[in-house]
């Protein structure tokens, strides 16, 4: 085995963000321009109506396609370059207790640990594979190492909805795509809640999901935070609202514990 090659193995991964979505995404474009090419090149059913077919599944091709390929730009670049940009905003003192809510492989427990110098960032969540390829707390830990802060950061099986911290626990609380996880608004206002409880006062949330922003500013200024605003990334979350048709739109929640 080469050098080059032990190199490439270790690299840190964060996986693919809703993988079988993905799988899906590339399966039905494949076979929709199968379909395209069969029925464009096919004596049936004829003119104009080939044609017509021929379109059809060529549209719906390239639409799944490019969107699989953006999931997979935005899981492996992206999402990187969106938590360097948000972790920017706060001020660091590297003393800081972080939290990651529902860490997954490790993106935003890894990226504050780099920050931090006597202080620590622990990583929660329920592990499920659908949200995140190879979800695992071994491969967090295995991120971390390759990171070179594994003696920073912790992780625990935990749900977001009862987090097992005292309050006033943590400095920073960080989460990435995953409050909308929960199906039920009032469950979602209880998660909320709790990262309230265990942020210490003058505390900062940095919550970025791919939904219910505003939802989620309502309730944290209903409890209490100071300064809470939605931050968007400009022509990413645009490209990625419009792709989705609205219906998927990538933007950060902050406010700050009075």
């Known amino acids: 085995m080469t050098a080059s090659t032990t190199k490439t193995r270790q690299r840190i991964d964060y996986g693919i963000d809703a993988p079988g979505l993905v799988r899906t995404l590339f399966l039905v474009g494949t076979v929709a321009l199968v379909l395209a090419l069969v029925v464009g090149f096919s ?32 899981s492996k670049v992206g999402k990187l370059r969106e938590r360097d940009r948000l972790l920017d905003l706060i001020a ?20 504050p640990a780099k920050r931090l110098t006597t202080g620590k960032a622990v990583g929660i969540d329920v592990w499920r594979a659908e949200d995140q390829s190879a979800n695992t707390p071994e491969a967090t830990i295995e991120n971390a190492r390759l990171a070179g802060v594994a003696d920073r950061i912790e ?3 935990a749900d977001m909805r009862s987090l097992g911290f005292g309050d006033s ?14 199906s039920e608004k009032q469950d979602r206002k209880v998660a909320l809640r709790e990262m309230v409880r265990v942020l210490k006062p003058g505390g900062v949330i940095v919550l970025a999901d791919i939904a219910h922003h505003d939802e989620y500013a309502a309730e944290l200024t209903a409890c209490g935070l100071q300064d809470v605003r939605i931050v968007e990334n400009g022509s990413r979350t645009k490209l990625a609202a419009a ?16």
């Not at 059809?56 to 396609?65: E, K, P």
């Not at 997954?104 to 990226?111: A, D, E, K, V």
């Not at 792709?243 to 009075?258: E, Q, S, T």
């Open 92 to 111: 660091w003192t590297g003393s800081e207790a972080v939290l990651d809510i529902g860490c997954g492989r490790g993106l935003m427990l890894i990226g």
């Open 43 to 74: 004596p049936w059913p004829g003119y104009p109506w080939g044609m017509v077919a021929a379109g059809v599944f060529g549209v719906v091709s390239v639409y799944a396609l490019v969107l699989g390929t953006f999931m997979v730009y935005s």
């Open 155 to 157: 992780v625990q099986t």
């Open 169 to 182: 626990s943590f400095d920073v609380i960080v989460s990435h795509w995953v409050v909308h996880n929960v």
């Open 243 to 258: 792709l989705w048709f609205g219906l998927f739109r990538p933007a950060a929640v902050i406010g700050r514990k009075r």
